[in-house]
């Protein structure tokens, strides 16, 4: 093998000529140990890791469940106080409630074919619609009590 001679010392040409690790003065290039991952640890990890997506997954069909089935109880509400203020409201004061419920059948046909698989943000939307519109029914409702309260004095 050829070697070069420079200001610093003797220049190898090739890794070959270097001494081994921990050995008795053999040359070759150097070995290099590679880390394997035990098992059994990266066994426990996976398994963690699953369970933690399994957990995480069910909280979260656990919650639009929940959603669901309020929106579902609020639509019952509006339904049951729509036909309350029709009731009360009369054949002669016209039909103010149709209209109102024209759009909770809406809802309610949405629910139907797309509720069961929403997401949260558009159930707690549907949910805040329907208790507007309750809460805008029963403040009508109070308003037409006060005027029968007030023309019947």
Do not use: F, K, N
């Not at 050829?2 to 053999?26: E, K």
């Not at 639009?64 to 509006?78: F, G, I, Q, S, T």
């Not at 409630?97 to 759009?103: G, N, S």
């Not at 046909?109 to 809460?135: K, P, V, Y």
């Amino acid at each position: 093998m050829a070697h070069c001679q420079t200001a610093l010392g003797p220049v190898r040409d090739s890794a070959a000529d270097l001494p081994l690790p921990h050995s008795t003065g053999q040359t070759g290039p150097p070995r290099h140990r590679t880390r394997r991952l035990q098992p059994i640890p990266s066994l426990l990890l996976a398994i963690c890791l699953a369970a933690a997506i399994v957990v995480v997954w069910r909280h979260h069909v656990r919650r639009r469940h929940r959603a669901y089935a309020r929106v579902l109880d609020a639509a019952d509400a509006l339904e049951a106080r729509l036909r309350i203020a029709r009731a009360q409201i009369g054949p002669t004061g016209g039909d103010p409630v149709r209209d109102a419920l024209q759009e909770m059948l809406r809802q309610r046909l949405w629910l139907q074919q797309h509720g069961a698989h929403a997401d949260l943000a558009a159930l707690a939307a549907m949910e805040a619609s329907i208790a507007q519109a309750l809460a805008r029914i029963d403040r009508q409702l109070a308003q037409l009590a006060l005027a029968r309260a007030g023309g019947g004095a």
